[in-house]
Nanobody, 125 residues
Framework: VQLQASGGGLVQAGGSLRLSCAASGRTFSGYTVAWFRQTPGKERDFVAAIRWNGGHTYHADSVKGRFTISRVSAENLVNMQMNSLRLEDTAVYSC???????????????????WGPGTLVTVSS
């Protein structure tokens, strides 16, 4: 599975962006798709995940109420709407996918087999 993230950019604090993760080669059916973010010198942090089958979603506490992960079945896309962006949301955001991710591992980067190149989100004051 090849993943491609898009939608990053520069936005002022309080603004919004929508990231998209697309898969080529196969559909997301049966996969768990997640977003992680990383800043220089730090480890990847879990942001949100969605079970494609069933649509169950999971969000990090730091983004609950501001970010929403969703699926667009007709387009085989996973979107993440990011509202009320803060300076500390600045990071490279990457999408990841895997067929078998148990709940206890859903926030763990190593649980995901496929990764796409990241997209930079910069939040300015």
């Amino acid at each position: 599975v090849q993943l491609q993230a898009s939608g990053g950019g520069l936005v002022q604090a309080g603004g919004s962006l929508r990231l998209s993760c697309a898969a080529s080669g196969r559909t997301f059916s049966g996969y768990t798709v997640a977003w992680f973010r990383q800043t220089p010198g730090k480890e990847r942090d879990f942001v949100a995940a969605i079970r494609w089958n069933g649509g169950h979603t999971y969000h990090a506490d730091s983004v609950k109420g501001r970010f929403t992960i969703s699926r667009v079945s007709a387009e085989n896309l996973v979107n993440m709407q990011m509202n009320s962006l803060r300076l500390e949301d600045t990071a490279v955001y990457s999408c990841a996918a895997s067929r078998t991710v148990i709940l206890s591992q859903i926030r763990v980067p190593s649980a995901y087999a496929y990764w796409g190149p990241g997209t930079l989100v910069t939040v300015s004051s």
